[in-house]
Each structure stands twice: as structure tokens, then as C-alpha cells.
């Protein structure tokens, strides 16, 4: 069927423009070509996904990828998305797939937030001169120290990280083998952990990268025996998303490689499905045991997270979790990537992940039971202040994925699910995947971490605190601007100059 | 504002003098010398608030905590909460003596509140019965202090007592004629210099709960985190000053928890990872188990503290001391003090004077002295 949809964007090439086909060899989906008997370069915007890898590395810079000012007529009600979703079901009879997270215009409330700093009454600290502190820990904590066993401290499994931003879970399947090898690298370097995702954790890898890597047990448990949940610091039950909660998984078959096959233990070129659910956990008991049986296979030495996407009772879901015994609770806000999901998924279902560390933290407390978990919040995190900002309102660190694969060289042009991915990175092409340096693409991730490391302490250094612990729960350091009273209910701050 | 947020946190940001001075042979001396190296320091105040804490001054009531209380408000509210304290206090403790707490009206204060102390012994019931002694004291306190209006006990130990007010130390000090009424072998004193103008009389240092009191001179930045952490264990932090959450960081860690002081100041004003990765082993273990453990009560920001309890004074600045202190001895005399020229004023001569290093605290008890005993806890604990 001919698709009746405007293309999204125009391409352009100028006179400076020699032939010499990069683009064409650049882009994975077709968009460039070469007329040999005009010898002349054509493009079909049609094909265009706007990733922006030719204009990169057009060695004449004679390429601009632009939105197509083509238009259908304005219309506040039926938008240009609208309008082209529609034609796209009616040529394609399904539901639409999108990678990345939600585009959407919500509030983001890190925009709607302000941080404080001191003058006069308590000096600022210079982090240059003065230790500044990033190192924290994440896991269950004891009430108190007992003096007599204080040797049997260690009973009680912990993370360290150095900086408090983590990546996220990313499979290898969803992304390439060199992608995930890269963000291990960079975890281990940066003193911060990575997370294999559903994936599974590629044997070759698995003595390297343990002390720093987190494994995940999703519904669809690829790849997960005895040996894989101990080949890591920590094991991520994953319950949800952000980008689609209450939604499985499904890798299609043409990204199940052979070796991704071996990682998920799963035959060659068949789907991996996951379950919408976990089919052993239909209610709190049931997660508790998937805790314990978890805890006892490796030996009460790992803390066990849980992964839950933030919806609108999270923190009624957040206190029963923490009491089922998990050790940490990460929660993914409605901002989160994703490798596939339905679109109407991403865009409509979940809450911000600002307002839900808010009141997650806010109900443990409540309940005296916080220090029993630590928060790890997801879903939207763009930069150092976001962080700063997510352990004021409670989080005791951040999960980071979309940054990451932007570090990587994305572009957020939301074609993941295609597997065609122009930068190598969500996608098990080998053409493709070879364009992503490991190397390059971990010293890209180390450096995001120390630029962000050193951005938080400068933030610390300007309030006057020296650890980032200092930091947790401080809603003093906060003020709220261009807020409704509820919003600033929910965050638990004050308004601007208040 | 909406009520909910009314109730966020909205610190009081001061800076201040503070001073101790203790006999370790358990001499007792009246508070004349301190009021005079308050004076010393009036400039490190602004007269918005002075407070003295005093050890060994009730030895007639000395098996009963000894109950300060302010009511404020108007003489209608004064009475009024004065009637709803005692109706509380006599339901849940044998009083055995009560009275105004003397002053003198030839000094000048501003807006003094009803002062009145009460000496009783705890008279538990119903589900309190088994509770020790100490806590079942400590919640009353708290309960007064967040429940009853305009009623504050702003003293609660044994055979002890704090007295403040609105105005400097040394007014303060002569107003409850501290130079002429009682003997102590210990006491601190406080002169604040508050950013905001707020006088209120319960607002002035020191801060305590049973017998131990904090005076402080700092701003803490952590306020926030350390706050949640102790009303999530059940403290209440009615006053907004940061003072009052180290006085419950204490009390949680000392009384509750029984931890050792050395222990606790390792808590407050931990040493930085970078000194601590380079600690041997069982070191190491046990500060970063601290660090990890207590990490929401680590007091963020510049503070120098001096902490009191029965037989003991502490003093402690942050971990990288950005608030003044200074230690000094002298025979059986054992002075702390934000600046060296009050001690010197007192005491003109010295056997030693010095300034800890941050985040070490220096201990005085009576029948000792020591500074930074980790080392002998370590071994203690083996
Ligand atoms: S899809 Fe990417 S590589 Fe292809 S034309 Fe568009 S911007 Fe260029
Ligand atoms: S990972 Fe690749 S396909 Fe996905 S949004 Fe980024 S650039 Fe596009």
C-alpha cells in the first residue's frame, strides 16, 4: 500500500556535494543513492529517520537534514502526529512500535526546580580545595551498629558506587555487543555499575565485568541460571518500565544472532518474548519468595533490586516491595527509554518519575521503614542538576540510559525497534554495530560521568556540603517555581521565595 | 500556603559564641566566671538569645529530673498552658517540688515567658509500665513539647538544668542570677546571633533532652536529610533550628543506641573516604560501616559544638573545622571556648590550650581527659 504520510523531514545537499556516495554507504535505511547515468546523488525523504548520521560524516559537509516544512492544515485538535498515526494504522492494521522515551510535552519538573546555595550565614565549599564526597551506598541498612559484632558489619549486602549515577538496564539484543561492552567498561572505570537488562550476561564477559555488573530477572528470564546470578554485584528483578508498564517484551527473531541466542540461552532467529507479567508473581507474597529463592542461590551476598515503573499508586507498591524483602527499588519514570514499545503505551501510561521519588520517599518514611531499601530513580534523567536534584527529593542515586546511549552517539531519532540503528548502538547488524567503537564509545561514557561528578560537587560545594549522602532528602535545598500548590505538595517543597 | 507545606522545613539560620568550662574534680563553682567570658564574646552575639546549661546544681533533688518549663503568650495563655502542662505532668509523674524559677527584675529582659520548674519521678501506667525510665521521660517531653500549646520544658535531666532566654549571655545569666544561685562543676554557655529577628525565648540555646544539652555555633546544610531521618524514629522537630536535631542526634546515638561518644563523633563529623581508604583494615571497617549506616545523620556544614552531659563536656567541630574552637586546661579546670581570649580572661594563665583538629572530639570527664580515644574503642570492641 502507498503510504499516504508526509515525510518528516527534508534533506538537502549543496554544490559542494562531490559524489562520493559516504551517505549513501551511511545510511541504514536507504535514503541516499547514486544514479550512475546522471551521476548524480538522490534522496528519498521518505526514507529519511532524521539520525543525522550523514550530515555528520558527509566529508563535505554538504548535507542538512531538516524537519520538512510540509504541512497539513493546523488544526489544535488533530496535530501532524495525530494525523499521521492514523494513516500509518490504517496502512499497517497494527499497533504502532517507537523506540526511546516519550516525547511528550509533561511537565518536567526538574525544569520547575531550583537549588539552593550558600551566602554569608555558611560558607560554600570549593570542591578544587576541599574533599568532596560522592561515594554512597546502596542497599538495606541496619538500624543501628552493633559496637560487640562490629566485625559482622558486612551482613547486610551493599553496592558502592563512586559517583551515584548507574546505567540503567540496556540487553545486549537491544543493543549491540559493542554498545553493552562499552557501558561494562565505563561502569567499571567510573566505580558505578551497569545492567545487563533481560539479556543475559554474554559468558566471555562474565569474570571481567561481575564485580560491576547488575543481572536482571525479567519475566521472560533469558539466560538466568545459577552461574549468571552470580556473576554480579547485584540482581535487578525487573517488574516494569517506565516506557511501557505493564507491557513485555518482544525481540524479534532477526535480532536474536547466534550469540545473543547462546547469552539467552533461546534458539537462533526466534522471537524472545516477555511476558507481560511474571508467571510466579501475581501478588506481593509471590515477589517475596522470588526475592528469598534469589537471595539463597547467591548466598545472601548481593543485594536484590526491584524494577518497577513509576504508575500511579507507587508508593503504596514501593512500601509493599521494600517489606517483601527487597534491598533496593528502582523506579522508572513515564520519561523512560525504551528499546520497542507501543507508542500509546509510552505516551500515556505512568506517572513523572520527580513526583514519585518524592512520594515514595515520603511514604517510607512515613512508615519508618526507608533505610530498609535504598531508591534508585529513573526515567529522564538529562544532566548533573537532575541528579542533584532526584537525591534532594529522596532517590539515593539515579539510573541513567538515554544519556548514555547519547554519550554513545544517538540521536534520539526513536527508530530502535527497527534494529537498524545508523549508530551502531541498537542494533545486531555487524555492518552497523562495527561503527561503534568500543573503545571510543567508553571513553565517551567515562567522560560523561566525570563532567557530571564534577558538576554535582560544584553544586554541593555552592550549599555548603561536603557528601552527596548529605544531600538525600534535603527538600531544603529546593524551591519550586512555575508549580501548582499540589505539585509543590507532592514534591514537598516550597515555592520560590518562600 | 497550603498547611502541608506550611509545616516544610524553614531553619533558623544563626551564628553564635559558645563556651564550657568544667572541674574535673567535680568542684562546684558558681556560673560568675562564665558569665564574664560570655560578656567577653557579646559581640559574636546580637542580645536575640543566651543560654547556660549547669551540672550539679539540684544535689537535694538529685534521684529526680529536674523539669524546666517556659509558657509564653499572654498572661491569659500563660495560665492557660501552664494548667494544661500540669494536668499532663501530674498525671504521669509524682511531682515532689515545684516552683517559679527565681530571677531578678532588676535586670532588663524583653518579654520574659512564665518560668516554673518542677522536681518528679516518673509514675508509669498502662502500656508505659516497662518502659525505662529515660525514654518513657524523653516521650513525655516530646509529647508537651509538639502537643501542648504555648508549654515548653526546655530542661528535663537530673540534677542539672538549662536557663535562657531572649537577650545576651550575660543578661541572661544575671537574670537568673546564675553568679549567685547555684554551683556547678559544669557548664556551657551559648550567645546566638540569629538571622531572623523571631524572639522567642524557647529559641535560644542550649537545646537538650534528659541531661544532655547542646550549645552550637553553626549552620548545618544538612538539616534537611538529618531531620527526616530522626522524625522517622520518632523525634519530633518542633523548634526549626538545627541545633535541636543535633541534640536528638546524641540522644539517639548515646542513650538509645548506647554508642560510645568517640563512636558518635565519628557519626556527626565523619573522616573524609580519602582518609579512611588509607586506615588499616579493621579501621576502615568500621568507619565506612558508620559512613554507611549512619550516613543521613553525618552534620553537614560548619558547626562547632560542645556537648554536655552528667560528668562529661565534649566538644567537636565539623570535619573540616569551619567554625572556631579552642581547648584549654588549666589544674582540674578544663575550658572550651569559640575564642581564647574569654578563657584567657578567667584564667590567665594555662597549662595548654589548643584546637582540635576537625572532626575530632575532645572528651572531658571527671575523672579524665582524653582526645580522639577511637583507637581504645577499637580495641575495646575486639
Ligand atoms: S536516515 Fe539518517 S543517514 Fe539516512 S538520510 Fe536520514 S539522516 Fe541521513
Ligand atoms: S539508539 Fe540508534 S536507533 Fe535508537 S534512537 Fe538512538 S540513534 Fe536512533
Given at each position: 500500500m502507498r503510504s499516504l504520510v508526509l515525510p518528516e523531514f527534508t534533506i538537502s545537499r549543496s554544490e559542494e556535494c562531490d559524489r562520493c556516495r559516504a551517505c549513501e554507504h551511511q545510511c541504514p535505511f536507504g535514503a541516499h543513492t547514486y544514479d550512475v547515468s546522471k551521476d548524480k546523488m538522490i534522496s528519498d525523504s521518505y526514507r529519511c529517520a532524521g539520525c543525522q548520521r550523514c550530515a555528520v560524516f558527509c566529508p563535505k559537509g554538504a548535507i542538512e537534514i531538516r524537519p520538512a516544512p510540509s504541512f497539513y492544515r493546523p488544526n489544535a485538535s488533530w496535530s501532524r502526529e495525530r494525523i499521521e498515526d492514523i494513516k500509518r494504522q490504517a496502512e499497517s492494521g497494527g499497533v504502532l512500535l517507537t523506540g526511546c522515551g516519550s516525547d511528550k510535552p509533561f511537565r518536567i519538573y526538574w525544569d520547575h526546580m531550583l537549588l539552593n546555595a550558600s551566602q554569608v550565614t555558611n560558607p560554600s565549599i570549593d570542591p578544587l580545595r576541599e574533599p568532596m564526597e560522592l561515594r554512597t551506598f546502596l542497599g538495606s541498612k541496619p538500624d543501628r551498629l552493633s559496637l560487640r559484632s562490629d566485625t559482622d558489619t558486612a551482613t547486610d549486602p551493599f553496592l558502592m558506587v563512586e559517583t551515584p549515577v548507574l546505567f540503567s538496564a540496556m540487553s545486549y539484543g537491544a543493543i549491540s555487543y559493542n554498545a553493552f561492552q562499552a557501558l561494562a567498561i565505563a561502569a567499571s572505570r567510573s566505580g558505578t555499575f551497569f545492567n545487563t537488562g533481560e539479556g543475559g550476561m554474554p559468558s566471555e564477559m562474565k569474570s571481567q565485568f561481575k564485580k560491576h555488573a547488575i543481572v536482571q530477572v525479567a519475566s521472560g528470564r533469558f539466560g538466568i541460571d545459577a552461574e549468571y546470578l552470580n556473576c554480579a554485584a547485584a540482581v535487578e528483578i525487573k517488574i516494569g518500565q517506565g516506557a511501557k508498564p505493564g507491557i513485555g517484551g518482544h525481540l524479534p527473531g532477526e535480532k536474536v544472532s547466534q550469540h545473543v541466542a547462546a547469552t539467552r540461552m533461546i534458539p537462533e532467529g526466534t522471537d524472545a518474548i516477555s511476558p507481560a507479567p511474571h508467571h510466579d508473581i501475581y501478588s506481593i507474597e509471590d515477589l517475596e519468595m522470588l526475592i528469598s529463592a534469589i537471595k539463597e542461590v547467591t548466598n545472601y551476598e548481593k543485594p536484590v533490586i526491584v524494577k518497577v515503573a513509576a504508575v500511579h499508586n507507587i508508593s503504596a507498591i514501593a512500601s509493599g516491595i521494600v517489606r517483601a524483602g527487597a534491598d533496593i527499588l528502582a523506579i522508572d519514570g513515564v520519561r523512560g527509554g525504551t528499546g520497542a514499545a507501543p507508542k500509546v503505551i509510552r505516551d500515556n501510561v505512568g506517572i513523572p518519575i520527580e513526583l514519585a521519588i518524592s512520594s515514595v520517599d515520603r511514604r517510607l518514611r512515613d512508615e519508618g521503614i526507608r533505610e530498609r531499601c535504598s531508591i534508585i530513580a529513573g526515567g529522564g534523567i538529562r544532566c548533573s542538576a537532575d541528579v542533584v536534584k532526584a537525591i534532594a527529593l529522596g532517590a539515593d542515586a539515579v539510573y541513567i540510559g538515554t544519556a548514555a546511549l547519547i554519550a554513545m552517539g544517538c540521536t534520539l531519532c526513536q527508530r530502535c525497534h527497527t534494529g537498524r540503528c545508523s549508530w551502531g548502538i541498537c542494533t545486531q547488524d555487524p555492518g552497523l554495530m562495527r561503527r561503534l567503537n568500543v573503545d571510543d564509545a567508553s571513553r565517551r561514557l567515562v567522560n560523561l560521568l566525570s563532567a557530571w561528578s564534577h558538576e554535582i560537587k560544584e553544586m554541593l560545594g555552592g550549599m555548603g556540603i561536603n557528601a552527596i549522602e548529605s544531600l538525600r532528602g534535603n527538600r531544603d535545598q529546593l524551591r519550586g517555581i512555575g508549580l501548582h500548590e499540589w505539585e509543590l505538595d507532592v514534591l514537598g517543597i516550597k515555592g520560590a521565595g518562600e | 500556603m497550603s498547611v502541608r507545606r506550611q509545616k516544610l522545613y524553614s531553619k533558623e539560620i544563626c551564628a553564635c559564641s559558645i563556651f564550657g568550662a568544667m572541674s574535673r574534680a567535680g568542684e562546684r563553682f558558681t556560673g560568675e566566671r562564665v558569665i564574664r567570658a560570655m560578656a567577653s564574646m557579646h559581640h559574636r552575639g546580637n542580645g536575640l538569645g543566651g543560654g547556660f546549661a549547669a551540672y550539679g546544681i539540684y544535689p537535694e533533688f538529685r534521684e529526680y529530673y529536674a523539669f524546666h518549663l517556659m509558657f509564653t503568650g499572654d498572661a491569659r495563655a500563660q495560665r492557660e498552658a501552664k494548667r494544661a502542662a500540669e494536668e499532663f505532668l501530674l498525671r504521669n509523674f509524682d511531682v515532689v517540688h515545684d516552683e517559679e524559677i527565681p530571677h531578678s527584675d532588676d535586670v532588663h529582659v524583653r518579654d520574659p515567658p512564665l518560668l516554673w520548674r518542677y522536681f518528679l519521678s516518673p509514675s508509669k501506667h498502662g502500656e508505659d509500665i516497662d518502659l525505662p525510665d529515660d525514654e518513657y521521660v524523653v516521650r513525655k517531653v516530646i509529647h508537651v513539647n509538639s502537643a501542648i500549646d504555648n508549654a515548653y520544658i526546655f530542661s528535663s535531666g537530673k540534677n542539672m538544668g538549662c536557663f535562657k532566654g531572649v537577650g545576651y549571655p550575660e543578661e541572661i545569666g544575671r537574670y537568673f542570677m546564675l553568679d549567685r544561685l547555684y554551683r556547678?562543676?559544669?557548664?556551657?554557655?551559648?550567645?546566638?546571633?540569629?538571622?531572623?529577628?523571631?524572639?522567642?525565648?524557647?529559641?535560644?540555646?542550649?537545646?537538650?533532652?534528659?541531661?544532655?544539652?547542646?550549645?552550637?555555633?553553626?549552620?548545618?546544610?544538612?538539616?534537611?536529610?538529618?531531620?527526616?531521618?530522626?522524625?522517622?524514629?520518632?523525634?519530633?522537630?518542633?523548634?526549626?533550628?538545627?541545633?535541636?536535631?543535633?541534640?536528638?542526634?546524641?540522644?539517639?546515638?548515646?542513650?538509645?543506641?548506647?554508642?560510645?561518644?568517640?563512636?558518635?563523633?565519628?557519626?556527626?563529623?565523619?573522616?573524609?573516604w580519602e582518609t579512611i581508604d588509607r586506615m588499616d583494615v579493621r579501621k576502615r571497617e568500621l568507619l565506612t560501616a558508620l559512613r554507611r549506616i549512619y550516613a543521613p545523620l553525618l552534620m553537614n556544614g560548619p558547626f562547632a559544638v560542645i556537648v554536655a552531659q552528667s560528668g562529661r563536656m565534649i566538644g567537636l567541630t565539623d570535619r573540616i573545622r569551619l567554625r572556631p574552637l579552642t581547648v584549654a586546661t588549666r589544674g582540674d579546670m578544663f575550658y572550651i571556648s569559640s575564642e581564647e581570649a574569654s578563657v584567657r580572661l578567667i584564667s590567665p594563665s594555662l597549662d595548654s590550650v589548643w584546637s582540635p583538629r576537625g572532626g575530632e572530639p575532645v572528651v572531658c570527664e571527671i575523672d579524665g581527659m582524653f582526645e580522639g580515644r577511637l583507637e581504645h574503642e577499637i580495641a575495646g570492641a575486639a
Open positions: - | 556547678g562543676y559544669l557548664w556551657t554557655a551559648h550567645g546566638r546571633f540569629p538571622t531572623n529577628s523571631q524572639a522567642w525565648w524557647g529559641g535560644a540555646h542550649p537545646f537538650g533532652l534528659l541531661d544532655t544539652t547542646v550549645v552550637h555555633n553553626g549552620e548545618i546544610s544538612s538539616y534537611g536529610t538529618n531531620r527526616w531521618y530522626l522524625e522517622m524514629l520518632g523525634y519530633k522537630c518542633t523548634l526549626h533550628t538545627d541545633t535541636e536535631v543535633l541534640a536528638y542526634a546524641v540522644d539517639l546515638l548515646m542513650r538509645r543506641q548506647d554508642l560510645p561518644m568517640e563512636i558518635v563523633a565519628k557519626i556527626l563529623a565523619p573522616p573524609t
